[in-house]
């Protein structure tokens, strides 16, 4: 049974554009928002099949004015990457289509397949998930495109980092100072840009036992080409705030298990990791909110902030 309501927050001209790319006999019965992202709307597409068994379809619109000048941009990249990475074995989204202009939608948008799985933010089953991801990251670092994406970019500069509150203006200080330098030279590969968390699904059992597994990766629209270390500061970054500075330390060990290859020299990694943090510092309220909404409610933004000044004083400690 169709609810219209639900099918309704569709707007006409995507529900429209969407419709082109249904099967004979499909239609939408139903949609769910998608909660968890933070530049786009991301809404779930049931799809009542002829048989009448259903599909789902995942819908990316940019509606934000904030973010809608980069839309074409990363709309395009995302475009790029889910379409390089079908049959490579990394677990994407396939595309189905894109309007990155919005010539048929009320916004730009991209449809893709649904994957199965759920983002695991807990403490429990940190052990199992860390090793994981390392592996599948590397998995990520592994695939050669035939055109190279663009080059990635960085958008914080050591003028705009923002020290918490209470931080050790001494320790932030050495630590800006260290992305006044150029960037070190590297090996160039693919990355994903934004892999952490928040963007890899594990299947529904209880990610701490045994047969836990990545069932995909999702939001590729900053995919571009660039060092391995800046995939690895990210997640550990992530990782650091999420779950406490000592496994954003661990991250990058865990990369180098499952066989990855960072920068060999202390000064360069120290780079690489302390640039993402302190990219974090310009964003912390907006990282912070969509794990609260997930249910780590303790994670204030106050307490982001001191989880990412510990993590930023430890790289100091550890490589500086």
């Not at 730009?108 to 429990?124: Q, W």
């Not at 150029?182 to 890899?200: I, K, M, S």
């Not at 990210?234 to 298990?257: I, K, Q, V």
């Not at 202390?266 to 909110?289: F, I, N, P, T």
Request: charged share 20%; glycine share 8%.
């Amino acid at each position: 049974m169709t609810n219209r309501d639900e099918v309704a927050a569709v707007r006409p001209l995507t529900l429209a554009w969407v419709s082109r790319y249904l099967e004979v006999g499909e239609r939408i019965v139903r949609t769910e928002a998608l909660h968890g992202g933070i530049t786009a709307e991301m809404r779930r597409l049931i799809i009542g099949t002829g048989d009448r068994g259903t599909r789902d379809l995942v819908l990316r619109s940019f509606v934000d004015p904030f973010y809608i000048g980069h839309a074409e941009d990363w709309l395009n990249r995302e475009a790029g990457a889910l379409t390089l990475l079908a049959g490579t074995g990394v677990p994407a989204p396939g595309l189905v289509a894109v309007d990155p202009t919005a010539a048929h939608c009320e916004y730009p948008s991209l449809l893709m397949t649904h994957l199965a799985g759920r983002t695991v933010f807990d403490d429990e089953g940190l052990e199992t998930r860390v090793p994981l991801l390392a592996r599948q990251l590397l998995a990520i670092h592994a695939v050669r495109p035939v055109e190279r994406p663009r080059e990635y970019v960085v958008l914080t500069t050591a003028d705009t980092v923002v020290t918490p509150k209470g931080a050790d203006a001494a320790v932030w200080a050495a630590a800006i100072n260290v992305i006044r330098k150029p960037a070190p030279p590297y090996e160039g590969r693919f990355l994903h840009r934004d892999f952490q968390p928040g963007n890899v699904l594990f299947d529904v059992p209880p990610p701490g036992s045994a047969d836990a597994r990545i069932t995909g990766v999702v939001d590729w629209a900053a995919a571009s080409w660039g060092p391995a270390d800046l995939d690895v500061a990210h997640c550990s970054t992530n990782l650091a705030l999420l779950h406490g500075p000592a496994w954003g330390l661990r991250f990058a060990d865990a990369y180098e298990e499952a066989g990855g290859v960072l920068a060999a020299a202390a000064s360069e990694r120290l780079y690489w990791r302390v640039r993402d943090g302190l990219a974090c510092s310009e964003e912390v309220q907006q990282v912070a909110q969509p794990w609260r909404n997930a249910g780590r409610t303790e994670l204030t933004t106050r307490t982001v902030e001191e989880r990412l000044d510990a993590y930023v004083t430890a790289l100091m400690d550890a490589l500086g």
